[in-house]
């Protein structure tokens, strides 16, 4: 045998030893131990470098959602690691194992009835993370909130009111709900279109103008106003193409009347707007003469 051939069978015989059934298991233990401490080191690094990038911007009204970079990159670094955990697992069972086949099937049956829940929210996992990305708001059962985390088995949600602001509360969700219960999307991003109402109560004693003069006005000012609603500028609100408002009354007992105003645009452009047409509602009010005590 030459030196070739030697160094050659040296090698195969080490290798063999290497990734024999004793040193396997041994190498897959030392990867999961290797991958979670790099997703450890990484996630902090990439915490540490957001943050102190974002933390003069803060207050940025062009960014308020900065923290959700974090959220997406921590998102990658799970799915590689779930991703590497079951390829090293599922190798381990199939070249491995040598237990019977209908041992494994009643096992297996045994596992699926026992962890009916957690093996549904492994199936969830992969659907819930095709179907939705991290900083979408939803609706699930009777709670709101923006996805921030798809894990094997929750999905953390940062829970949101109806204007879009964090509640300052946390859910944690097990993945099964999102194969039992209702999932509703919420277009509540600072440049989403919204619809906002604007209720303004009129009576005759409040202000200089009647009531049929008060309303043409306010009309000509929406008119003048607010743009013509197109399918490009209409969000979901549909029933708003060809409309600049809508506008609806009210008549109380009371004799009081409420004027109801539909606006649909983004969030900041309607708060201007809304600005702009209390400015105007209150140029008409009858100021009041103060109280004597």
Not at 177 to 193: D, G, P
Request: proline share 2%; with cysteine.
């Amino acid at each position: 045998m030459t030196t070739i051939d030697h160094i050659v069978a040296t090698l195969f015989d080490s290798t063999e030893k290497l990734w024999d059934k004793d040193s396997l298991i041994i190498w897959v233990i030392f990867a999961v131990i290797l991958i979670e401490t790099i997703a450890i080191f990484l996630k902090r690094w990439i915490k540490a470098r957001i943050f102190a990038i974002q933390k003069d911007l803060v207050t940025d009204t062009e960014n308020p959602e900065y923290y959700l970079e974090y959220y997406r990159k921590w998102q990658i670094i799970d799915i590689i690691r779930f991703a590497v955990l079951f390829v090293g697992l599922g190798t381990l069972i199939v070249t491995r194992t040598s237990i019977g086949a209908n041992f494994f099937v009643i096992v297996a049956g045994a596992l699926v009835i026992t962890f009916r829940d957690f093996i549904l929210s492994m199936v969830a996992f992969f659907i819930v993370l095709r179907r939705y990305k991290i900083g979408e708001t939803i609706w699930i059962g009777d709670i709101q909130g923006q996805i921030i985390s798809i894990r094997m088995f929750t999905v953390w949600l940062l829970g949101k009111d109806n204007d879009g602001d964090n509640t300052g509360r946390h859910f944690t969700i097990p993945g099964h709900k999102f194969l039992t219960e209702t999932i509703r999307r919420e277009e509540l991003q600072v440049e989403s279109i919204r619809k906002e109402l604007i209720r303004i109560p009129y009576s005759h004693e409040s202000y200089s103008l009647n009531f049929a003069d008060f309303n043409r006005e306010l009309k000509n000012v929406l008119n003048t106003m607010l743009p013509m609603i197109t399918k490009k500028n209409c969000g979901n609100f549909q029933t708003y193409i060809g409309y600049k408002y809508k506008l609806d009354i009210d008549y109380y007992e009371d004799k009081c009347i409420t004027i109801t105003v539909g606006i649909i645009g983004k969030w900041r452009k309607n708060v201007e707007r809304k600005e702009q047409i209390v400015e105007w509602t209150e140029q008409y009010r009858i100021q009041k003469p103060p109280k004597e005590y």
